[in-house]
């Protein structure tokens, strides 16, 4: 039977599944704001370290404007540059104050970006900060009706609390000088490369625990069926099964549900809500981390007698002396985790707990045939692409991407993710990728080494090996899209749906089984004892 910590650890997941990689934006395309010639440059965000009285303090991030020249992209390039406030703080008229190359510091308001743009570079301002009266960024354009739009300084948004700490600064006599540069994503960050080798890695090694029990499972009903056991009777009247088989109706219906989790989500996006998230996570991956650790620790001769004996635990039924042993360890983990969280290394044990809680989900979910795993990946690669760009037409933002990166709960994004640190990215931050995009293509892959074992496939001839590389390729895809779009979230399964499902569809095709792949979903084993029948009889013929 399946355990109910392993049902909730279940639930949690198909509840919570978010399907998409992100590395972070930095580039901000545009095709709605006004743009023309001299007002086209790309929304930008820009570093701005700060330094008091010579020494380095603060670093803040602005947006660059539509206007202007482009920035720097090299720190070293970029000058340090002394800060001046504008008189009046609007810059809508001629400064009072001389200005012979400083950074001019003005207060957003009362007449256009490019207005006060033209009067600080008139005035002899090197660049200018215009501090928002909102917290957050807001992209600077030019009006429609503007003609003189051709200018020469740059032009960066700052949010209201950096703007007024730097003004706060200068009233009280510091000097303040700043840098302004907009650095560059690199091509490639080794990031992607472990978060693609632990995807992969994650579905290879669940692949084959699902395909080794499956075998031994399907050894055991050999064996009882030769031997035509009571205890084979007992099992098939009982139903009992130590995993979960998805049915092509609840494939449809995880679209829906999904979809309306996902709303949810996006409407009750608060630290309060994340933190719920965070306990069913903790809940899910205590049940995983156990599952994992109790498997692994079975395969040594030490912990195989505490592995085979059982003690009976009130709500949970028998569980093993070794369950007993690690689950408080698993408790504390993910108890220390979730208290700890927010601290620099937290996404190395998020990490821990994603991995085991995927593995053992597709331990435990099992998809019988390629018919329903076309109807499940199809679905979930339609919900993809509406929620991660087409939502955009309806919310005004992508639903997925907010929902993911937490941008309304004051937090740093839902724990539903793996995700590791850009450690070569002046930008900082991380590249992440959803438990669905590799549950989902990791039930079909699971599905493929299972078949290819039950029907004593080897590597080569078997389904698995090409299964396997075509999701590799898949999420490799992914992540050049990714770099190609600066950044910007990818719905994942746009392009490891096609890769996967395809290649398994066109390789059972080419071979004569995809009749069998799509109904039965394993192999015919004939009866041992028709087989025994008819190597007596042939006996029997012989000796006539």
């Known amino acids: 039977?399946?355990?109910?910590?392993?049902?909730?650890?279940?639930?949690?997941?198909?509840?919570?599944?978010?399907?998409?990689?992100?590395?972070?934006?930095?580039?901000?395309?545009?095709?709605i704001a006004p743009k023309r010639p001299g007002c086209d440059n790309n929304f930008v965000l820009v570093k701005v370290p700060t330094w008091i009285d010579g020494v380095e303090s603060c670093e803040y991030v602005g947006v660059g404007a539509r206007f202007g020249p482009t920035l720097e992209s090299k720190e070293k390039r970029a000058n340090h540059t002394r800060v001046a406030i504008a008189d009046p703080p609007n810059c809508c008229t001629k400064p009072k104050n001389k200005l012979t190359g400083e950074v001019i510091l003005v207060h957003r308001g009362q007449c256009s970006f490019t207005t006060k743009a033209n009067i600080a570079e008139e005035a002899g301002a090197s660049a200018i900060l215009i501090i928002n009266y909102r917290t957050e960024l807001f992209k600077m354009v030019c009006e429609a009706n503007e003609t003189d739009i051709i200018i020469g300084i740059p032009a960066v948004m700052l949010p209201q609390d950096a703007g007024e700490n730097l003004e706060n600064h200068i009233l009280n006599k510091s000097v303040v000088s700043v840098q302004l540069y907009s650095p560059l994503r690199p091509l490639v960050d080794v990031a992607e490369v472990f978060l693609w080798l632990m995807a992969v890695g994650t579905i290879f090694c669940a692949s084959y625990w699902s395909a080794w029990t499956?075998?031994?499972?399907?050894?055991?009903?050999?064996?009882?069926?030769?031997?035509?056991?009571?205890?084979?009777?007992?099992?098939?009247?009982?139903?009992?099964?130590?995993?979960?088989?998805?049915?092509?109706?609840?494939?449809?219906?995880?679209?829906?549900?999904?979809?309306?989790?996902?709303?949810?989500?996006y409407k009750l996006m608060a630290s309060w809500f994340v933190e719920v998230l965070v306990v069913l996570f903790c809940i899910g991956g205590v049940e995983g981390l156990q599952t994992c650790l109790v498997a692994l620790l079975s395969c040594f001769r030490w912990f195989q007698?505490?592995?085979?004996?059982?003690?009976?635990?009130?709500?949970?039924?028998?569980?093993?002396?070794?369950?007993?042993?690690v689950t408080?360890?698993?408790?504390?983990?993910?108890?220390?985790?979730?208290?700890?969280?927010?601290?620099?290394?937290?996404?190395?044990?998020?990490?821990?707990?994603?991995?085991?809680?995927?593995?053992?989900?597709?331990?435990?979910?099992?998809?019988p045939n390629l018919k329903v795993g076309t109807v499940l990946l199809s679905c979930a690669f339609l919900y993809d692409i509406f929620w991660v760009f087409v939502s955009k037409w309806w919310f005004h933002e992508s639903v997925m991407i907010v929902v993911?990166?937490?941008?309304?709960?004051?937090?740093?994004?839902?724990?539903?993710?793996?995700?590791?640190?850009?450690?070569?990215?002046?930008?900082?931050?991380?590249?992440?990728?959803?438990?669905?995009?590799?549950?989902?293509?990791?039930?079909?892959?699971?599905?493929?080494?299972?078949?290819?074992?039950?029907?004593?496939?080897n590597i080569r001839d078997g389904y698995f090996l090409w299964a396997m590389t075509a999701y590799g390729l898949g999420l490799l895809i992914t992540y050049v899209a990714l770099n190609?779009?600066?950044?910007?979230?990818?719905?994942?399964?746009?392009?490891?749906?096609?890769?996967?499902?395809?290649?398994?569809?066109?390789?059972?095709?080419?071979r004569g089984e995809l009749k069998i792949l799509w109904t039965r979903g394993e192999p015919k084993i004939p009866c041992p004892h028709i087989q025994e029948d008819q190597s007596t009889n042939q006996n029997r013929d012989g000796l006539r």
């Open 305 to 325: 007698d505490a592995g085979q004996t059982f003690v009976k635990v009130p709500f949970f039924g028998a569980v093993s002396y070794l369950t007993v042993a």
């Open 404 to 457: 993911a990166r937490g941008d309304r709960s004051g937090e740093d994004g839902i724990p539903m993710l793996l995700k590791i640190p850009r450690l070569f990215d002046p930008w900082g931050g991380y590249s992440i990728i959803g438990f669905g995009d590799i549950i989902l293509p990791g039930l079909l892959v699971a599905f493929s080494l299972r078949y290819d074992w039950l029907a004593k496939k």
């Open 214 to 265: 499956a075998r031994e499972a399907a050894i055991e009903q050999e064996r009882l069926v030769k031997d035509a056991s009571d205890e084979y009777v007992n099992m098939e009247n009982a139903g009992s099964s130590a995993y979960v088989e998805i049915s092509t109706a609840a494939a449809i219906s995880f679209v829906v549900i999904a979809s309306c989790f996902l709303v949810m989500l």
């Open 484 to 510: 190609l779009m600066d950044g910007r979230g990818q719905p994942a399964l746009l392009y490891i749906v096609p890769s996967t499902l395809g290649t398994f569809l066109s390789l059972g095709k080419k």
């Open 328 to 367: 408080p360890f698993c408790i504390v983990f993910a108890v220390l985790w979730g208290v700890y969280r927010r601290v620099s290394f937290a996404w190395i044990g998020q990490d821990i707990l994603g991995i085991t809680l995927i593995i053992t989900v597709l331990q435990i979910v099992r998809i």
């Open 1 to 31: 039977m399946v355990s109910l910590g392993a049902t909730c650890a279940v639930c949690c997941v198909f509840m919570m599944l978010a399907t998409f990689t992100l590395a972070g934006d930095i580039v901000h395309p545009d095709n």
